[in-house]
């Protein structure tokens, strides 16, 4: 069993959001990693995410009268340039039935799961998740066809 993953602590509510943050960032590298997690289903789930956590943040600033900084609410500008040409391949519904449910599923209880036990703040949830979702959306406009959609969410070593 020494090729087991450490088991990372899980920081209580009471530790500091940064600890909170690494956490979660952890969890999401340790089982992209592990499962090689196709970039198409990593986006579905982040993307799940981004808006749940945005439309709740809104929700509360709009009750409180204020408003959420555009780096927030809005996915982040991709880098570089894109093919206006899309793709051609098999059709959304062909691409949609290839999924993996339970794979989606498990990344999707990790995030819930590590959101919840850390009781992370929304906000550093969210950026955290931008983050992701900015990661993930240059792989997808760089992609030359469906199979780079199945291909596993490249992560830098930096990461």
Known sequence: MSG???????????SATTEKMVFLQE??????????????????VISKYT???????????????ESL?????KPWPILGEQDQESPSG??????????DDDR??????????????TEIPLVDALMQLRQWEHLA????????????LFSPLEIPDDW
């Open 51 to 65: 808006r749940q956590l945005t439309e709740a943040l809104e929700e509360q600033a709009t009750a409180l009268g």
């Open 137 to 148: 959306r240059n792989q997808l406009a760089s992609a030359k066809g469906a199979g780079q």
């Open 90 to 99: 098999p059709p959304l519904e062909s691409l949609l039935g290839n999924l």
């Open 104 to 117: 989606m599923d498990i990344l999707d209880t990790i995030l819930r799961s590590a959101m919840n036990a």
């Open 4 to 14: 087991d993953l450490p088991r990372i602590p899980i920081p209580g509510p009471d």
């Open 27 to 44: 969890q999401i590298v340790n089982f992209l990693r592990q499962y090689s997690m196709p970039l198409l289903e990593v986006s579905l």
């Open 69 to 73: 900084p555009n780096i927030l609410t």
